[in-house]
C-alpha cells in the first residue's frame, strides 16, 4: 500500500526509501454522515467510486444520472455508464462553480457545430441535434451540479494539466483539447500554458466562491497523478507533464498556506512513490485498488471518529 495514517508523519527521507510509503498524520475534519462533491479528471472519478464504496453513494455527488436524454439524439460525455463529467483543468472546474452559482452563462450561441451536431466547448463530449436540445441538456447539467453543490458538506477537486485552450470567441477556457472525440475546436481555440501565477489566482477564486456560499465547508485538493497523454508544448511528454504537474503541486501548496479551509492531500505523491506497480498496463491510469487504498486512508486521516 503506497499511503498510510500515522500518529507522526514520516520526517527522514531514509525511511522512506526503506518502505517507499507515504504518511498521513490524522486530522479528524469532517463527520462520515457529511456529503461530498467531487470533481475533476478520470482520477476524481476513482476517488469518487471508493467513496461511494466506504461511505454510500448518497453522500457523493453530482448525480450526473439524473440529467434525461435520448441518447440517438445528444451524447454527455459518457453518462449514463460513468456518474462523471470529465474536468481536467483549473479553469473548466471554475467555470463550473461560477456557472452554477449563476455568475456566467454561455451566450445562446455560444458552441460549435460539428457534422450537423452542437457541441459544448465547456464540458467533455456534450453534443446535441439541435440548438433546443443543447441548451436544455445544458440546463440540466447545471441544476444536478447546482444540487451537489448545494447537498455538500464538503469538496475534492483534482486538478491535472496546466495546458489549456482559450476560445477565440468567449475568452473562456475549452474543457479539452482541440478535436477531441471527433469535435471541434480546431479553429476556434488557442494553445496556452498557464503558468504558477495563473493557477494560483483561478484556484484562489474557485476556493473563496465556494467559502462564501458554504463558509464551514472543507475543500481538500490533489494533483491527479494521470500523465498528460500528449503535450502541445513542442517539449517531451515527460518534460511537459513534469512541468504540468509541479506547477500544480507547488499552487496548491501555496493556496493551502493562504487559505485555512483548504487541505492538500498527497495522493499525487502516493501513487508516484508506488513506482511501476501503481498503474494500469497503459501507464497513465492508477490501478483501482491503489485508489481504494489511497481512499481509506483519506477517510482514516480526516473523519471522525
Known amino acids: 500500500m503506497p499511503i498510510k495514517t500515522a500518529n507522526k508523519a514520516n520526517p527522514a527521507w531514509k525511511r522512506f526509501m526503506t518502505d517507499h510509503m507515504v504518511t498521513s498524520s490524522p486530522h479528524p475534519l469532517v463527520k462520515k454522515t457529511d456529503r461530498f462533491f467531487l470533481m475533476g479528471s478520470c482520477f476524481a472519478e476513482e ?8 461511505l454510500g453513494a448518497d453522500k457523493v455527488g453530482p448525480d450526473y444520472r439524473q440529467v434525461s436524454f435520448d441518447p440517438a439524439l445528444a451524447q454527455v460525455d459518457e453518462i449514463p455508464d460513468r456518474n462523471h463529467l470529465n474536468t481536467y483543468n483549473a479553469y473548466s472546474v471554475l467555470q463550473e462553480i461560477e456557472r452554477l452559482l449563476g455568475l456566467w452563462e454561455p451566450a445562446a450561441d455560444d458552441y460549435w457545430q460539428v457534422d450537423g451536431r452542437i457541441q459544448c466547448p465547456y464540458r467533455r463530449l456534450v453534443f446535441a441535434n439541435t440548438p ?5 441538456i445544458s440546463a440540466d447539467l447545471t441544476r444536478v451540479l447546482r444540487q451537489g453543490f448545494d447537498a455538500a458538506d464538503h469538496f475534492v477537486f483534482t486538478f491535472g494539466m496546466t495546458e489549456v485552450f482559450v476560445n477565440k470567441q468567449s475568452g473562456k477556457i475549452a474543457n479539452q483539447k482541440p478535436g477531441y472525440g471527433l469535435g471541434g475546436g480546431v479553429d476556434e481555440t488557442t494553445y496556452h500554458r498557464a503558468g504558477f501565477s495563473e493557477n494560483l489566482g483561478v484556484i484562489l477564486r474557485l476556493v473563496d466562491l465556494i467559502t462564501a456560499a458554504k463558509p464551514k465547508a472543507r475543500i481538500f485538493c490533489t494533483v491527479s497523478p494521470v500523465p498528460l497523454k500528449r503535450t502541445f508544448s513542442g517539449e517531451d511528454i515527460f518534460v511537459a507533464n513534469t512541468l504540468s504537474k509541479s506547477t500544480l503541486r ?36 492508477v490501478q483501482r485498488p491503489v485508489v481504494e487504498a489511497i481512499t481509506r486512508t483519506f477517510v482514516k486521516t480526516y473523519f471522525s471518529p
Not at 47 to 54: Q, S
Not at 132 to 136: E, N, T, V, Y
Open 47 to 54: 476517488i469518487r467510486l471508493a467513496l461511494e464504496t466506504t
Open 132 to 136: 433546443a436540445l443543447f441548451s436544455q
Open 250 to 285: 507547488a499552487v496548491l501548496a501555496e493556496v493551502a498556506e493562504q487559505r485555512a479551509n483548504v487541505t492538500y492531500f498527497p495522493s499525487y505523491e502516493a501513487v508516484i512513490s508506488g513506482g511501476d506497480a501503481a498503474w494500469e498496463e497503459d501507464g497513465r491510469h
